[in-house]
């Protein structure tokens, strides 16, 4: 089992920024993919970005300049660091843990971008 615990969400003007971070704790292999997902309502959840164990990073075309994400000195916590947010960024962000076959998410934090 893994537990994940993610914070940081809120409400945000546009232009601003929020920095996302996910903590995972338990049965946590060395190989695994750690990223942060967003679901806004009525949406499919969508990937926002993605980093490998080894430090390879992948982002959704309409966060690249905007997003970086990044993993802690403990290789089980993965950050969000989110610039220029805009009204479209607002959603739920779930934090995804996956090694291999298995997968785990957060319960999810809701980031909400004014106009």
């Known amino acids: 089992q893994v537990q994940l615990v993610e914070s940081g969400g809120g409400l945000v003007q546009a232009g601003g920024s929020l920095r996302l971070s996910c903590a995972a704790s338990?049965?946590?292999?060395?190989?695994?993919?750690m990223g942060w997902y967003r679901q806004a309502p009525g949406k499919q959840r969508e990937l926002v970005a993605d980093?490998?164990?080894?430090?390879?990073?992948n982002y959704a075309d309409s966060v690249k300049g905007r997003f970086t994400i990044s993993r802690g000195n403990a290789r089980n916590t993965v950050y969000l660091q989110m610039n220029s947010l805009k009204p479209e960024d607002t959603a739920v962000y779930y934090c995804?843990?996956?090694?291999?076959?298995?997968?785990?998410w957060g319960q999810g934090t809701q980031v909400t971008v004014s106009s």
């Open positions: 995804r843990w996956r090694s291999y076959e298995t997968t785990y």
């Open positions: 338990g049965s946590i292999f060395s190989i695994n993919v």
């Open positions: 980093i490998t164990s080894g430090g390879s990073t």
